[in-house]
């Protein structure tokens, strides 16, 4: 019996629309390219969510990564809150799912200074059962280790009885090597429809 949903936030529950932020400073396209590297989609990136450096260590990194263009980087990182919205369905789709008796859960990478910069549009939380950020434990997915300690703070959940949603497929995929269930969220119809299909195959068996 599946008694748990656990989110992902990022892609799922809010849009984290980087692409559309950087766009909005109208670098020329080579400058561009060079910045999303060495902040977005740079090691560093990473180390932001699992918290084990500083924030200025972080912003010395990326500026490492392209020092030519630092005043650039640090003025995009300084705005990383343009880079999160909810989602519309957010509250809806977890009142709607506690409603059927499930426990519903977060489990995301996410820094602490990047939930200071966009708690408006995480105010989907306190909804929620329960969760954990990266931050907290200093640890990413698709570590096994962040979803063991997300076991380990609610001993309640099961992973054959809880479905685990995550837009990364690597993620997914960690997942289900540990025993959970798991879908990859490309949107809410095509996940719910997953999701159905998961409950009336575990009611089957």
């Known amino acids: 019996m599946i008694r748990n949903i656990i989110f992902d936030i990022g892609g799922v529950l809010v849009d984290y629309d980087w692409k559309s932020y950087l766009e909005s400073f109208h670098f020329p396209e080579e400058k561009a390219d060079v910045i999303a590297k060495?902040?977005?989609?740079?090691?560093?990136?990473?180390?932001?969510?699992?918290?084990?450096?500083?924030i200025d260590e972080i912003k010395a990194r990326m500026t490492a990564a392209a020092p030519q263009y630092a005043d650039d980087i640090l003025t995009v990182f300084d705005g990383l809150h343009n880079t999160i919205h909810r989602r519309d369905y957010a509250c809806g789709l977890i009142r709607s799912l506690q409603?059927?008796?499930f426990?519903?859960?977060?489990?995301?990478?996410?820094?602490?200074?990047?939930?200071?910069?966009?708690?408006d549009a995480l105010d989907f939380l306190?909804?929620?059962?329960?969760?954990?950020?990266s931050?907290?434990?200093k640890q990413?997915?698709?570590e096994p280790a962040i979803f063991a300690s997300l076991l380990a703070r609610y001993p309640?959940?099961?992973?054959?009885?809880?479905?685990?949603?995550d837009d990364s497929a690597v993620n997914v995929e960690a997942a289900r090597r540990l025993g959970f269930h798991?879908?990859?969220f490309r949107d809410r119809e095509q996940a719910m429809a997953e999701l159905e299909t998961i409950l009336t195959n575990c009611h089957i068996s």
């Open 182 to 184: 798991g879908i990859v």
């Open 156 to 165: 309640s959940i099961r992973p054959e009885e809880s479905v685990f949603f």
């Open 126 to 133: 306190p909804l929620m059962d329960g969760g954990l950020f």
């Open 103 to 119: 426990q519903v859960y977060y489990l995301s990478n996410y820094s602490s200074y990047t939930l200071n910069q966009t708690r």
């Open 140 to 142: 990413v997915k698709p």
């Open 135 to 137: 931050y907290e434990v």
């Open 99 to 101: 409603s059927r008796g």
């Open 38 to 54: 060495a902040t977005f989609l740079g090691a560093a990136w990473s180390e932001l969510d699992r918290e084990a450096l500083s």
